[in-house]
């Protein structure tokens, strides 16, 4: 079975700074799909950004990117130039690509991140 | 894009009384998924639509919890003889299709008194 880990509970950054959210995975396949999302408190989990495992090149999204490390089995979110809004739990999520198992996402604990203005 | 709808926003019961909430999937969403959430986790699955069939269920928690999602549109999710233990937060996602991003829903927060 896959296990997402994510080892750091809660993380702080001084606005404008820039901060790295770590997460590991275990997974026997070679082809799945890693995600981060943002949950604001009493808001909504929103889509950060999304990494396809056969895919080398890291994605981007505005001032979010992330190190995917396949064999190391590691994938971490930069936040550059952190802003106030940035202030969220953060989740770092697999799925898997073979069809009939792509359906359900498998979560990690997620990382409070707080921003010091 | 009105986005993925749920209702209630909260619901506090006495426990041993069935509660029912309701999630609204984006329009053209053929794919609905609910999950649990408990206070400092990540979300927990529980069971996947395509349309109408339920083609996931074995991971609702106990055979207290059901789900329908009648004519393929909205969705509810059942729990019958609350417990304690169902204390949580209740979040219902969507997709085009079930390799595509899943968007969700603000979740229903469930206390049991």
Redesign the interface.
């Given at each position: 079975a896959q296990t997402?880990t994510q080892s750091q509970p809660e993380m702080s950054v001084q606005e404008a700074e820039t901060v790295t959210l770590s997460c590991t995975y275990d997974t026997s396949e070679s082809d799945y799909?890693l995600?981060w999302?943002k949950q604001p408190p009493s808001?909504?989990?929103?889509?950060v950004i999304?990494q396809e495992a056969y895919k080398q090149q890291n994605a981007t999204e505005n001032r979010f990117s992330v190190n995917f490390q396949k064999a190391a089995k590691s994938f971490s979110l930069k936040i550059s130039d952190s802003q106030l809004g940035d202030a969220a739990m953060y989740?770092c999520?697999y799925r898997s690509?073979i069809?009939g198992s792509?359906?359900?996402?498998?979560?990690?604990?997620?990382t409070k991140l707080i921003i010091k203005p | 894009d009105t986005?993925?709808s749920q209702d209630p926003r909260h619901k506090i019961t006495k426990r041993g009384q069935n509660v029912t909430f309701r999630c609204d999937p984006i329009s053209e969403h053929n794919?609905l998924?609910w999950?649990r959430q408990t206070l400092?986790?990540?979300?927990?699955?529980l069971t996947?639509f395509q349309n109408e069939a339920q083609?996931?269920k074995s991971?609702l928690l106990s055979d207290r919890f059901s789900a329908e999602r009648p004519k393929g549109s909205f969705s509810t999710l059942e729990i019958q003889r609350t417990e304690q233990g169902d204390s949580a937060m209740y979040?219902c996602?969507s997709s085009l299709e079930?390799?595509e991003?899943?968007?969700?829903?603000?979740?229903t927060r469930l206390s049991i008194l």
């Amino acid at each position: 079975a896959q296990t997402v880990t994510q080892s750091q509970p809660e993380m702080s950054v001084q606005e404008a700074e820039t901060v790295t959210l770590s997460c590991t995975y275990d997974t026997s396949e070679s082809d799945y799909y890693l995600f981060w999302y943002k949950q604001p408190p009493s808001r909504q989990m929103i889509l950060v950004i999304r990494q396809e495992a056969y895919k080398q090149q890291n994605a981007t999204e505005n001032r979010f990117s992330v190190n995917f490390q396949k064999a190391a089995k590691s994938f971490s979110l930069k936040i550059s130039d952190s802003q106030l809004g940035d202030a969220a739990m953060y989740f770092c999520a697999y799925r898997s690509a073979i069809g009939g198992s792509n359906y359900q996402l498998i979560w990690g604990a997620g990382t409070k991140l707080i921003i010091k203005p | 894009d009105t986005g993925v709808s749920q209702d209630p926003r909260h619901k506090i019961t006495k426990r041993g009384q069935n509660v029912t909430f309701r999630c609204d999937p984006i329009s053209e969403h053929n794919r609905l998924y609910w999950y649990r959430q408990t206070l400092g986790q990540g979300p927990e699955f529980l069971t996947y639509f395509q349309n109408e069939a339920q083609l996931e269920k074995s991971r609702l928690l106990s055979d207290r919890f059901s789900a329908e999602r009648p004519k393929g549109s909205f969705s509810t999710l059942e729990i019958q003889r609350t417990e304690q233990g169902d204390s949580a937060m209740y979040l219902c996602a969507s997709s085009l299709e079930a390799g595509e991003p899943q968007h969700f829903g603000d979740g229903t927060r469930l206390s049991i008194l």
